[in-house]
């Protein structure tokens, strides 16, 4: 007897909270479905086909701006490979040129100069490609910066292939590799040395944070995308159910209307119909029910 007074209790209660969900439902929708229907029926047909389509736009549209928005970072991405490439060759020639003339300076080989030979032939492509760049480098601060520090490292390359060409001359002028003086210029050449590879391995290290920081905004992106066509299709599901309970409610409940009052003249027993409240076609229709 418990079992079933609790049982019954619960019942009411769900009986009583459908009733006002109910309530509050048709509260809510009872004036903008009265609007609707006062709508013409050559409008309904129109807003009913074209509410789908807001999901096609709205789809359309994230896809396009997430398209633009990963192009753009995957130029960027390429721009910072390019640029960490490039430092990577600087430092290359620069250490070879010093190498090489090490070399030339201890046997006297014309063979080792070859390294400081190339460093003087590619370095102002070198340059010029870093120059390049970092003039596309997005953000008007960054790219100051940037192009600041490349020229600080470019006054330190032509200032070390000054001294390693200095270095040669004075081998080649028949002074000897122990002189005093070439042993400072070797210290001076060391120190600019060190102070060019700290640069580039920094300028490398920062491309290489901003590297890995754009490969994380593609993922993002990537993940944005998937986001973005599941609510897509929400948002399809929604229209197309919006615009499916729309058309019902408008011609086919008025068609019904119409059909069951003339069914009702037909036998005998005619049904009231209300007034027509639009002018269209199926408003024609209700006025000849008469």
């Known amino acids: 007897m418990v079992v079933d007074a609790t049982t019954a209790r619960g019942s009411r209660t769900v009986t009583i909270v459908a009733r006002g969900l109910a309530d509050l439902w048709r509260a809510v929708s009872g004036p903008p479905m009265r609007a609707w229907e006062r709508v013409p029926i050559r409008v309904q047909g129109r807003i009913t086909v074209g509410l789908p389509l807001v999901a096609v736009v709205i789809s359309a549209c994230l896809a396009l701006n997430g398209n633009l928005t990963r192009v753009a970072i995957e130029t960027d991405i390429q721009r910072e490979f390019e640029m960490t490439v490039a430092l990577g060759n600087l430092s290359s020639l620069m250490v070879n040129a010093e190498t090489g003339m090490r070399g030339y300076l201890l046997t006297g080989q014309q063979e080792f100069l070859e390294p400081f030979a190339q460093a003087t ?11 390049a760049l970092v003039s596309d480098e997005p953000g008007e601060r960054p790219r100051d910066e940037m192009s600041a520090r490349l020229r600080e490292l470019e006054s330190s390359a032509g200032q070390q292939m000054a001294d390693l ?64 066509v599941a609510l897509a299709l929400v948002a399809a599901l929604a229209t197309r159910s919006l615009a499916w309970f729309l058309f019902r409610r408008g011609i086919p409940r008025r068609v019904d209307r119409l059909t069951t009052c003339l069914r009702g003249r037909r036998e005998g027993s005619p049904s009231e119909l209300p007034e027509p409240t639009k002018r269209d076609q199926m408003g024609q229709l209700e006025v000849l029910r008469s």
């Open 121 to 131: 032939q590619q370095l102002p492509g070198a340059f010029g490609e870093l120059t």
């Open 165 to 228: 060409s200095f270095q040669q001359q004075f081998v080649a002028g028949g002074r000897s590799p122990d002189d005093p003086e070439i042993r400072r210029h070797l210290e001076y050449g060391k120190g600019l040395m060190d102070r060019i590879r700290a640069e580039v391995a920094d300028l490398q290290g920062q491309e290489r944070v901003l590297l890995d920081r754009r490969i994380t905004d593609i993922n993002d992106i990537r993940i944005r995308d998937y986001v973005s």
